[in-house]
């Protein structure tokens, strides 16, 4: 692709498209910031290239030779355009690289990468069929599929996709609210009676974000006991709906998770929808990470009970390997998600045009526009196929993984096989091997994670988290989402980890 | 780019990285995905293609020649996945040819689309400097740039940018909320005495989503009668404040629009502001379409008293052509909004960090993983500084639409020249010009803009929107914020119009 010919040198932003003859210095543009990124991508696949090029704050912003991230009140040469996006990239971190474990977002899908490409050259906005024709179809269609698969008669329900997993479950406690207090979508908090929410205490802290800003207050959030693995404990949701009772107020919904951030543990869904049904509460199952074991025949059983739920978040953008962003939000029961949110804006949802309008799925979002997350999925599910967006390649891996018990100076975090490919341990360098245990132990062990991560990330050769997690101190949570990793990035992850960790 | 050699039909996806010689294949097949994608650029710009090639929904799922729709079970070919590509952009619509009107947000800016190109080859996370460090940095610098912009001093302030000018609306009202009232976050609304918020009839229906949203009721949003320019009338809101009071409510929240959707009217800001300061009410700017006039120095007036606000939402992806979406949040007073919104997970915000974790921004969403709409809209603005993103080049078109009302046919909806690029108007076919004003008239009227709408799309020469606002009945609302569309452009559209409708 490459073109020695090309010389942007002589062309100004001006030149560019729509600008008179503006088409071949566009095309030269475009071309060599192609270049510029598949350049990236075939480093990013390539072990003998770092995770990152770590700087800090102060460093990036004083400027690198070449780079200057502030805004000044000169245009910049194309030429400089395209240094700022070469540069852009050096500093930034190759999420794609078989080596980053850092989140439970990684890996960097080839065709999902085309999908996203041409979805910002489409540069259009889902809110009605209208402009985005092939889109929503395509959002409807995949949202069904995946309905089907959760195991709802048909696939029927409703649904949409949102920016996030955060946003997904902010919809499924609007969506319980108006189901059971249709009238707060008008009258506010105040017509309801005192309503509580309830979810476990290992689950992702966006439910506790969507309590305070939907009104109910964190406080009426209950956090549920969890056993060893991290699993809620029914008993505990139970014991916790009766008192909440007691004390006056309305149990309204339960969150089970389903693959939790840090352990990765699945609650026990059946049971908890036992104690929903009882007690008349809706039952949400947040399956942003865990979601895309449904896929998997092996492994879908950990999410048994899933098809009682009455909404389910699923983000494709995790172990699916999608880029981000691409998170869902499935309502089982039709007519909810709009009664929620429509708001019927005439300048938008025009009731007489020429097509079936409920094809404008607009309205039942919270947003006014939103970006198309959709094609990008809708491109690899086409490509790939279940079997192959199935996360068995990763899972594959926790064999190996559980290993490290028996690996001297690892510790892991809780025992037994994992449920899904987070692995929890410590690293205990040998001079905190032999401490008893104590508070002078864990103060140590609890500064161990964190330096090793400073000086991992320093060297800036593989990148994995950290986190303390109840009475426990920072432990390693390694995470395998990528279909690129292999068991030699995770030997060499061990190796790192011991290197960078034997003298603490 | 087009290399004849390469035969796509040779490869399957399981040939892409990261599988083994995967590079070569992996290269081949996004070259021939940029191929299709600068082609359609090139066409985008040509105006003799067409704005779109309309199907009904039935049509495209009953499947085109060649592309399907359906998720099946076999895996597809690249072939067939660079096929569906083709027709995925095919029955699309091009919002960024030169003659679709139809959005706010509309055009294709080549250095903004390069931009996302990038942003989606990173794939990454706003919400650590830990994996977004160029980003993050990025977005801090711009938002400053904004708020300086605004006229705060020294640019303090807060913001994020969020999925949208909804999202950011809806942040204001929490903010606001929060910042009286902090013990919402914990206790829930009815922690709160009955509060009532105040926006025009004309503003966003993205304020009364909102108002649904968290908790506060739509019949506590309360409606502010406008001018007829569509400007909110500030004795009418002191009016309602003082009744509002007089019913035990505590009025909280104003939101002045600077740059109406449908009449693109500027609210009085200082006026406003006065009222606000006098009732210790927070007053938001919803500037998401007019606030990209803040670059310019000659239409920046209109929003004069915009520095006296809390909080503003401004979308360059509107005005100032950035792909979508990129929409900013603004807030004057620096730690309300993560007052507001952070829960400081412990797997992501961890305090022990080796960097100064002030940069691990994403506490202060809503979100949870969130989505990098920054690069684009930076690499934009280096590219052009103000000058070039002002909406000048738009703006002096409205002189020449202008000169509409004396054009047989066509009726301003109101009087004097837009405030905005909006200009609304009615298209009066011969066999309606002369009947005399009453309902039948009405009724004929309001029919007119939906069929010739319907035909516009049918022919696909061009797209502008329609609809109905207050008593009105349906009109044009035809919107420039194209720098790809000329004076000729608008000739076609008129011409359209007429040639449609002439026998209606």
């Given at each position: 692709i490459k073109n020695e010919n090309i010389d942007m040198l002589q062309f100004l932003t001006l030149d560019l498209l729509p600008a008179k003859n503006g088409e071949e210095p566009t095309m030269q543009f475009l071309l060599e910031v192609v270049d510029i990124l598949t350049n990236y991508v075939r480093k990013t696949f390539?072990?003998?290239?770092?995770?990152l090029d770590f700087h800090h704050p102060h460093q990036l912003l004083e400027g690198m030779e070449g780079f200057n991230l502030e805004l000044s009140d000169q245009p910049e040469s194309l030429e400089q355009i395209l240094v700022d996006c070469r540069d852009t990239l050096k500093y930034g971190v190759r999420t794609g690289h078989p080596r980053f474990f850092n989140q439970l977002s990684t890996g960097l899908d080839i065709i999902g990468l085309a999908g996203e490409w041409l979805t910002s050259t489409a540069n259009?906005?889902?809110?009605t069929y209208e402009i985005a024709p092939v889109f929503v179809l395509m959002e409807q269609l995949t949202l069904k599929k995946m309905r089907e698969i959760i195991g709802w008669p048909d696939g029927e329900g409703d649904g949409i996709f949102s920016p996030g997993g955060a946003i997904s479950n902010m919809y499924s406690v609007m969506t319980a609210r108006y189901k059971f207090f249709p009238e707060v979508k008008t009258k506010g908090m105040t017509a309801a009676p005192r309503l509580v929410l309830f979810t476990s205490e290992h689950s992702h802290y966006s439910i506790k974000k969507a309590s305070a800003a939907l009104g109910?207050?964190?406080?009426?959030?209950i956090l549920l006991s969890t056993d060893e693995r991290g699993r809620v404990i029914p008993a505990d949701l139970e014991a916790k709906v009766i008192d909440a009772k007691a004390r006056g107020c309305v149990p309204m919904f339960v969150n089970a998770t389903a693959?939790?951030?840090?352990?990765?543990a699945f609650d026990p869904i059946h049971e908890i929808a036992d104690i929903c049904e009882k007690y008349n509460m809706w039952l949400h199952v947040d399956g942003a990470w865990g979601g895309g074991l449904l896929m998997s025949r092996k492994h879908r059983h950990k999410l048994s009970g899933v098809e009682r739920a009455n909404s389910v978040t699923w983000n494709p953008h995790k172990m699916m390997g999608v880029p981000l962003q691409c998170s869902a939000i499935l309502v089982r029961e039709r007519g909810v998600l709009s009664g929620c949110?429509?708001?019927?804006?005439g300048y938008l949802f025009q009731p007489d045009k020429q097509y079936d309008v409920s094809y404008d799925t607009g309205d039942k979002a919270i947003q006014c526009g939103r970006h198309v997350d959709i094609f990008k999925f809708w491109l690899m599910w086409k490509a790939k196929v279940c079997a192959h967006i199935s996360p068995n390649n990763c899972l594959i891996f926790i064999l190996y993984l559980c290993v490290f018990p028996d690996r001297e100076g690892y510790q892991m975090v809780f025992e037994g096989e994992p449920q899904h490919t987070n692995v929890c341990f410590w690293y205990l360098p040998p001079g905190i091997r032999d401490m008893p245990d104590g508070q002078e132990r864990r103060d140590r062990l609890h500064k161990v994670a964190p330096k090793i991560k400073a000086l991992m990330m320093e060297s800036g050769t593989t990148m994995v988290g950290y986190q303390p997690q109840g009475d426990k101190v920072n432990f390693f949570r390694m995470v395998i989402s990528n279909p690129a990793a292999t068991r030699s990035d995770i030997d060499f992850l061990t190796d790192e980890i011991e290197r960078l960790g034997h003298d603490l």
């Open positions: 390539d072990r003998s290239t770092k995770v259009t906005n889902m809110f109910f207050g964190t406080e009426n959030l693959g939790s951030t840090v352990y990765g949110n429509s708001m019927c804006a």
